[in-house]
T-cell receptor, first 117, second 114 residues
């Protein structure tokens, strides 16, 4: 158990809908990262937060947004869902400011498997 | 552009034998970190081992070791004494420069035969 929790574990929804994925980082971790894993794209970085502030964006679609709350949990919002958004969404957390420690290890949650029908 | 290449989509190894999973990387940064993660069929990503670009010795963590060849830009994972529970996908990843996120390879599926 990494200490990172994600809910829900599975989510099935229809095209055009909006969903929210939730992540609680390990106790004491200030950085939260979101990744998408799909068969065709592999593991791709979406977005990163550090202590409530957005730090970096990757291949995140405009239909997707995220935030990190004062208690450090994070939510990833996916809207106007398309079939191609079906994937495993991971949240990862780490303890240090990303620019201060190269070896800062990211610990991953169990993922949310999203199926868009 | 930064890139991780894992050229072995799938590998088989006999139980109790050693196996090497290949990883090559490309970056223009002098400072970078290399990570290996394991993803069992249950789906979670499990951190295995880390190697920094300035580390003089190869990293080891129990049965895992990293064969780091900086000039060749390779960071191969060696698993000694394979166990059935080692059957999983293995991902090589890199963090370079000041970025925080990881860049992942496409993974290698390891199957351990009894």
């Amino acid at each position: 158990d990494s200490g990172v929790t994600q809910t829900p574990k599975h989510l099935i929804t229809a095209t055009g809908q909006r969903v929210t994925l939730r992540c609680s980082p390990r106790s004491g971790d200030l950085s939260v990262y979101w990744y998408q894993q799909s068969l065709d794209q592999g593991l791709q970085f979406l977005i990163q937060y550090y202590n409530g502030e957005e730090r970096a964006k990757g291949n995140i679609l405009e239909r997707f947004s995220a935030q990190q709350f004062p208690d450090l949990h994070s939510e990833l919002n996916l809207s106007s869902l398309e079939l191609g958004d079906s994937a495993l969404y991971f949240c990862a957390s780490s303890s240090h400011h990303p620019s201060k420690r190269l070896r800062d290890t990211q610990y991953f949650g169990p993922g949310t498997r999203l199926t868009v029908l | 552009a930064q890139k991780i290449t894992q050229t072995q989509p799938g590998m088989f190894v006999q139980e109790k034998e050693a196996v090497t999973l290949d990883c090559t990387y490309d970056t223009s940064d002098q400072s970078y970190g290399l990570f290996w993660y394991k993803q069992p069929s249950s789906g979670e990503m499990i951190f295995l081992i880390y190697q920094g670009s300035y580390d003089e010795q190869n990293a080891t963590e129990g049965r895992y070791s990293l064969n780091f060849q900086k000039a060749r830009k390779s960071a191969n994972l060696v698993i000694s004494a394979s166990q059935l529970g080692d059957s999983a996908m293995y991902f090589c990843a890199m963090r370079a420069g000041s970025q925080g996120n990881l860049i992942f390879g496409k993974g290698t599926k390891l199957s351990v035969k009894p």
